[in-house]
């Protein structure tokens, strides 16, 4: 398969992601706006279950100077972010690591990284999963970097109306991009499997995802309480929308 035809998965991986995440695009500038102000132009930041490569190939053309770390578990997405990316040479590097494995971070060497980031991943892992990794990426980050998650952070009983109102405007972006022909996630693996390079990962991500329980969603403040004992020193919000935020963690 071609350089091409891999960043158009991306580009069609990008579409399906936009009609789970309204303003996705509005969400990552707010991720890259707040890198730059917290860790200046060049940096070294992790991409935590980086999928085909979305956010780290955006902060590889906002930042000529920075190198990225891509994490994820998917032998098949993996794939495609190392064709999608290969043209960033050695400012990318991609390895395949499990984020709920405490030795996830085993394979990076050199200086401490000074920024980690993550899009619509983290919710994947049950909620001390979380907390565990986030004492992970605490200890991992120099001091003063900068941790910044984006992700769905659902509302609960105590908030009814906006639970309802969050519910509804995802069924709404989801139906308008239905309407409009876009591929939802199980319609672009399928495309995917078309290409014999990736259908030959299929076997080991089913095997990697298998039996793994299906985390009940977090509230914002549980997110802030875990990254503040988890030892990041100040935790915040720094983007919302609804139900989906970014949140800033800083050593
Ligand atoms: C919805 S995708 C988001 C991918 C990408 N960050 C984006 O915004 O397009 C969720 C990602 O989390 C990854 N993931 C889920 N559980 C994981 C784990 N335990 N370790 C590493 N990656 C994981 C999946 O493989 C997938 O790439």
């Given at each position: 398969?071609?350089?091409v035809?891999?960043?158009?998965l991306?580009?069609?991986?990008d579409?399906?992601?936009?009609a789970?995440?309204a303003?996705?695009?509005?969400?990552f500038?707010?991720q890259?706006?707040?890198?730059?102000?917290?860790?200046?132009?060049?940096?070294?930041v992790?991409d935590?279950?980086?999928?085909?490569?979305s956010?780290?190939?955006?902060?590889?053309q906002r930042?000529?100077?920075a190198?990225?770390?891509?994490i994820?578990l998917d032998?098949l997405?993996l794939a495609v972010?190392?064709g999608?990316?290969?043209?960033y040479?050695d400012?990318i590097r991609i390895?395949?690591?499990?984020?709920?494995?405490?030795?996830?971070?085993?394979?990076?060497?050199g200086?401490?990284?000074q920024?980690?980031?993550?899009s619509?991943?983290?919710?994947?892992?049950m909620?001390?999963q979380?907390?565990?990794l986030?004492?992970?990426?605490a200890?991992l980050l120099?001091?003063g970097?900068v941790f910044?998650n984006?992700d769905?952070?659902r509302?609960?009983q105590?908030?009814?109306?906006?639970?309802?109102?969050a519910?509804r405007?995802d069924?709404?972006?989801?139906?308008r991009?239905?309407?409009?022909?876009?591929?939802?996630?199980?319609?672009?693996f399928a495309g995917?499997?078309q290409s014999?390079a990736?259908a030959a990962?299929?076997a080991?991500?089913e095997?990697?995802?298998?039996?793994?329980?299906?985390?009940?969603?977090?509230?914002?403040?549980?997110q802030?309480?875990?990254?503040?004992?988890?030892?990041?020193?100040e935790?915040g919000?720094?983007?919302?929308?609804?139900?989906?935020?970014?949140?800033?963690?800083w050593?």
């Amino acid at each position: 398969m071609t350089a091409v035809s891999f960043s158009s998965l991306l580009d069609s991986w990008d579409r399906q992601q936009a009609a789970y995440i309204a303003e996705r695009e509005a969400r990552f500038n707010a991720q890259l706006e707040v890198l730059a102000l917290a860790a200046g132009q060049d940096f070294h930041v992790v991409d935590l279950a980086c999928g085909p490569g979305s956010l780290s190939l955006r902060i590889l053309q906002r930042f000529p100077q920075a190198r990225v770390t891509a994490i994820d578990l998917d032998p098949l997405l993996l794939a495609v972010a190392r064709g999608a990316l290969a043209e960033y040479g050695d400012r990318i590097r991609i390895l395949q690591a499990d984020l709920a494995d405490p030795a996830c971070f085993a394979a990076l060497s050199g200086p401490a990284p000074q920024a980690a980031v993550s899009s619509t991943a983290l919710h994947w892992l049950m909620p001390e999963q979380q907390l565990a990794l986030y004492r992970n990426v605490a200890g991992l980050l120099a001091d003063g970097g900068v941790f910044l998650n984006a992700d769905h952070q659902r509302y609960d009983q105590r908030q009814p109306r906006l639970k309802a109102l969050a519910e509804r405007h995802d069924e709404q972006t989801q139906q308008r991009a239905w309407d409009n022909g876009v591929e939802d996630w199980d319609r672009w693996f399928a495309g995917a499997l078309q290409s014999p390079a990736l259908a030959a990962y299929q076997a080991e991500r089913e095997a990697l995802f298998a039996g793994r329980p299906v985390p009940p969603p977090t509230p914002v403040d549980f997110q802030l309480a875990a990254l503040r004992q988890a030892g990041f020193s100040e935790a915040g919000t720094v983007w919302q929308l609804l139900d989906d935020y970014v949140i800033a963690g800083w050593k």
